[in-house]
């Protein structure tokens, strides 16, 4: 069955450096997001990207956020200056359409920063 | 932010019994509900989802109710099975025609099924 896979699993990194976190959605799936998981708290949504543009963020996702599709496969979430409080699990999903239908997600990435 | 929100932290439920697990939201424009279940370690697994036009949705062991007038939701899942312990997050879709397929998660609730 075809999956979101996310690298790294676990990134470890110091405050101030600029963090990739990177994702392969579902290879027909046309809508790609990023949440994240702060341990012990909701999970966020932080972005939906659709043809190659954002379609909606969150307040989360300020200017050290930023995604992008570089090519046909990959879809990548950059954080330019880490904070500590950036720490949390960051999801992938992917879904065929946007609306309703399902979400796909990654096994996640854990951001720990130092 | 408590747009959805899953009261139980927990439940506990014998083999074989039926597990409930409920879910309330708030905001009358959701119109798309999806039911996830994580294991440590993994992302949420995509397991049964409900339109707002429909009030039932089943699929094998695993039923969704969706009451729109007390904006409650809730997960059937019957017979349950020791495999079925895991954190169940209720989510929610905003609706409209700029729907953008956000999803806002309640809190989860830990299912423990016990042989």
């Known amino acids: 069955e075809p999956e979101v896979t996310q690298t790294p699993s676990h990134q470890v990194t110091q405050m101030g450096q600029e963090v990739i976190l990177r994702c392969v959605p579902i290879?027909?799936?046309?809508?790609f997001y990023w949440y994240r998981q702060i341990l012990g708290q909701k999970v966020e949504f932080l972005v939906s990207?659709?043809?190659?543009?954002?379609?909606?963020k969150s307040e989360i996702f300020d200017d050290q956020f930023s995604v992008e599709r570089p090519d046909g496969s990959n879809f990548t979430l950059k954080i330019r200056s880490t904070k500590l409080e950036d720490s949390a699990m960051y999801f992938c999903?992917?879904?065929?359409?946007?609306?309703?239908?399902?979400?796909?997600f990654g096994d996640g990435t854990r951001l720990s920063i130092l | 932010d408590q747009q959805v929100k899953q009261n139980s932290p927990s439940l506990s439920v014998q083999e074989g019994r039926i597990s409930i697990l409920n879910c309330d939201y708030t905001?009358?424009?959701?119109?798309?509900f999806l039911w996830y279940k994580k294991y440590p370690a993994e992302g949420p697994t995509f397991l049964i989802s409900?339109?707002?036009?429909?009030d039932k949705n089943e699929d094998g062991r695993f039923t969704v109710f969706l009451n729109k007038s007390a904006k409650h939701l809730s997960l059937h899942i019957v017979p349950s099975q020791p495999g079925d312990s895991a954190v169940y997050f209720c989510?929610?879709?905003?609706?409209?025609?700029?729907?953008?397929?956000?999803?806002?998660f309640g809190q989860g609730t830990t299912l423990q099924v016990k042989p």
């Open positions: 999903a992917s879904s065929e359409q946007g609306g309703h239908q399902p979400q796909h």
């Open positions: 290879s027909n799936h046309l809508y």
């Open positions: 990207f659709y043809n190659n543009e954002i379609s909606e």
């Open positions: 905001n009358s424009m959701f119109d798309y």
């Open positions: 409900i339109s707002s036009i429909k």
């Open positions: 989510a929610a879709s905003p609706g409209g025609s700029s729907n953008t397929g956000k999803l806002i």
